[in-house]
């Protein structure tokens, strides 16, 4: 099921998780003695990172609009512009890259 919300507020909700989940890492480092009950903790930060990730992550979002920016510059480049055009696909291609590898992060 997909379903809409305004970017602010996603955007602002990814802050505020990223804010407390640093906090409570800190947290951990500095008060937590017992090495098992660290390890578990961190790795549920870890967790939680990861899930806000999969459905917000402003740097795959900035690399997605950087991708559809060059695609649509190489559609009109590459009939009056063949070299130029390259250039921009070449520059598209390792943006798409780039968007996989943040994705599988």
């Known amino acids: 099921m997909k379903m809409y919300v305004d970017r602010t507020d996603i955007r602002e909700l ?3 998780v ?3 989940t640093n906090f409570f890492s800190t947290y ?3 008060y937590v003695s017992d090495e098992s009950i660290k390890e578990m903790l961190k790795n549920k930060v870890s967790e939680i990172e990861y899930w ?3 459905v917000y992550n402003p740097h795959v979002i900035e690399q997605k609009e950087k991708a559809n920016h060059l695609y ?3 559609l009109t480049l590459k009939d ?5 055009g390259f250039e921009i696909y ?3 291609l390792e943006t798409k890259a780039q968007i996989k590898r943040l994705q599988q992060d």
Do not use: E, F, T, V
């Not at 009056?80 to 130029?84: K, R, S, Y």
């Open 52 to 54: 806000m990730n999969r």
């Open 90 to 92: 070449s520059k598209y």
């Open 14 to 16: 990814y802050d505020a």
């Open 80 to 84: 009056q512009n063949p070299q130029l």
């Open 72 to 74: 649509k510059l190489w």
């Open 18 to 20: 990223s804010k407390n």
């Open 28 to 30: 951990i480092n500095l």
